[in-house]
Nanobody, 132 residues
Framework: QIQLVESGGGLVHPGEALTLSCAATGLAVDKSTVGWFRQAPGQEREPVSCMASSGLTDVAHAVKGRFTISRDNAKNTVYLQMDNVKPEDTAVYYC??????????????????????????WGQGTQVTVSS
């Protein structure tokens, strides 16, 4: 059974840092494309970052220079390092995965309509609230 479990969310102040984790079971993150998405209240889900099996990564323009995706193959876990957070980063953050080594999923994440449809497996989400 494939399962993704996010953790690390919480309440932080603007300018602070937070690291989200996505622990996977039943699939290998280094043989998958893993993405982070977020959904703020009343807004549509949006892609945040992705990592292909090759290690190729991309991040949304809104978080470029502040958020970094990485993974630990030994722990089968993907991380989202969030630095210099802003109130507009407040959302529920989800990790998602697809068992594919095709880089196109990640390359096209921010240029295609509803990239979430390509991901087969989802975590339950973790709340991030940025407030002073």
């Amino acid at each position: 059974q494939i399962q993704l479990v996010e953790s690390g969310g919480g309440l932080v102040h603007p300018g602070e840092a937070l690291t989200l984790s996505c622990a996977a079971t039943g699939l290998a993150v280094d043989k998958s494309t893993v993405g982070w998405f977020r959904q703020a209240p009343g807004q549509e889900r949006e892609p945040v970052s992705c990592m292909a099996s090759s290690g190729l990564t991309d991040v949304a323009h809104a978080v470029k220079g502040r958020f970094t995706i990485s993974r630990d193959n030994a722990k089968n876990t993907v991380y989202l390092q969030m630095d210099n957070v802003k109130p507009e980063d407040t959302a529920v953050y989800y990790c998602a995965a697809a068992e594919t080594t095709v880089q196109a999923m990640c390359i096209m994440m921010f240029s295609q309509h509803d990239p979430a449809r390509a991901y087969d497996f989802w975590g339950q989400g973790t709340q991030v609230t940025v407030s002073s």
